[in-house]
């Protein structure tokens, strides 16, 4: 039996709790390893995690992000009583959105590397020294960073976009969510950074790296509203997925500028040229004030396009009362677009403001509300002639015995010179009819006056 719907609020904080003792028990993990390995190294433990986490920073926040998004799941399943894919995550049209968000992800920051380089902001000295340990080694490299980048926007989408941002939501309207979501969003990150800053683990001088980090704050806020806008209007965060990972490998790989404080590998040798509210300093670009007018315009474009009906579906089906602790849970292979209830009574078949795709979806959606209410109306019928199947059958009487039977009439024939004997006529079925009695034949004439014969 599930557990019981908790208030928007509770549900984030066990979800919050979750994911700070999972952090916990990793640090704890991270320094035991260390201070084993000391003991080969003869350094001090927490040097050597701080070196192990310098030299493999992603992969360590991979380990992280496995046993949290495992709690995520477990929080929208059992606190949430709503099925993991109802966050957007549903395998349909997963690949082509998930694609289209790269693209769009690749053309962002081609735009604000180009204008950087324009500018005069930062300078490509030439090729990377990491490329001069082979091919084999960059290919793997470039491999691996692309798959990681894809797991850090998978899990901070479903996260922020996803979980956080249903709850908020649910609590205190989607204006407000999106807000609140953003500014946790950009704290969350901000706070890792200090947290790198502090380990020296982010190269540069300190309080540098600290300005950096507080003038990346107002990028990341409105990077957290597009992202929310994205979901609203596809209907699925494939999208912004796609575009969190793109970001991340080509600012950091292709064109090789710190993400988020960290550095990757790298296919160029890019030098920065000026102050850090231009470039970013040690943050990378995201910390440029250039990113605010470009993340700006992409929030105003996207804004226009119309709101995805499956997420307004998901968004409201959370908002409905709390039901009660044996509702069911939703699973996965009944969360389908075709098997939702459409509350908004959309005007199928029409164009207002609906793309034809969207239109061809809608269309699906009703055809496959009308097969559900057949069914249901099928099913109920079935069950109906099953209840009645176990009751006394009651047999209407026929309609002729309803009548009580006439007696029999007697019909006497008519006296020609033999005495007729009375006949008895069998009661038919239907009503008797009156049989005509031929005429008496008149009397014969006296022999004594013999009438002429008759002329026919």
């Known amino acids: 039996m599930p557990a019981p719907r908790f208030h928007p609020l509770t549900r984030l904080f066990l979800c919050a709790a979750g994911l700070f003792v999972a952090s916990v028990v990793l640090s704890v993990v991270l320094f035991v390893g260390s201070a084993i390995t000391s003991v080969w190294t003869e350094r001090r433990p927490d040097l050597q995690a701080i070196e192990l986490y ?163 704050l107002p990028a990341l806020i409105l990077t957290a509203v597009f992202f929310a806008l994205c979901y609203r209007k596809t209907g699925s965060l494939w999208f912004p997925i796609g575009f969190h990972a793109a970001w991340n490998f080509c600012l950091g790989c292709v064109f090789s500028l710190p993400v988020s404080g960290i550095e990757t590998f790298r296919l160029l040798d890019v030098q920065t040229n000026q102050s850090s509210w231009l470039s970013g300093g040690s943050f990378g670009a995201e ?15 996207i804004s226009l396009a119309p709101d995805h009906p499956q997420a307004m579906l998901d968004l409201e089906l959370l908002n409905r009362a709390d039901e009660p602790a044996t509702a069911p849970v939703i699973e996965e292979e009944e969360e389908d677009d075709m098997d939702r209830e459409n509350r908004f009574r959309t005007k199928f078949g029409t164009s207002q403001g609906f793309s034809a795709e969207t239109l061809r979806e809608l269309r699906d959606l009703q055809e496959a509300r009308e097969k559900q209410e057949r069914e249901a109306q099928e099913s109920a019928r079935l069950t109906s002639l099953a209840t009645s199947s176990f009751a006394p059958p009651v047999v209407a009487a026929p309609e002729a015995e309803k009548v009580e039977a006439a007696p029999i009439p007697k019909v006497e024939t008519p006296k020609i010179g033999v005495e007729a004997r009375p006949v008895e006529i069998a009661q038919p079925e239907a009503e008797i009819t009156p049989v005509p009695v031929a005429p008496t034949p008149p009397a014969p004439p006296s022999p004594a006056k013999k009438p002429p014969s008759p002329r026919w």
């Open 54 to 216: 310098t030299r493999f920073p992603l992969a360590l926040t991979l380990l992280f992000y496995a046993p949290s998004l495992g709690w995520v799941w477990y929080c929208r399943t059992r606190f949430d009583l709503r099925s993991f894919t109802s966050l957007g995550l549903r395998r349909r049209r997963a690949l082509r959105d998930a694609l289209r968000g790269a693209l769009t992800g690749v053309l962002a920051i081609g735009l604000l590397w180009s204008i950087l380089w324009l500018t005069g902001v930062i300078s490509v000295v030439g090729w990377s020294a990491a490329l001069n340990a082979g091919l084999g080694y960059s290919l793997l490299a470039l491999a691996g960073y692309a798959l990681t980048f894809a797991a850090v926007g998978f899990f901070e989408e479903t996260l922020f976009r996803g979980y956080a941002l249903h709850n908020l939501n649910n609590w205190i309207g989607w204006k407000g969510a999106v807000a609140v979501q953003a500014v946790i969003f950009g704290l969350v990150h901000l706070a890792l950074i200090f947290a790198l800053i502090h380990l020296g683990i982010i190269a540069g001088p300190p309080h540098e790296a600290r300005i950096a980090a507080l003038g990346a």
């Open 287 to 301: 910390g440029s004030w250039l990113l605010l007018p470009i993340l700006a315009a992409l929030i105003f474009f």
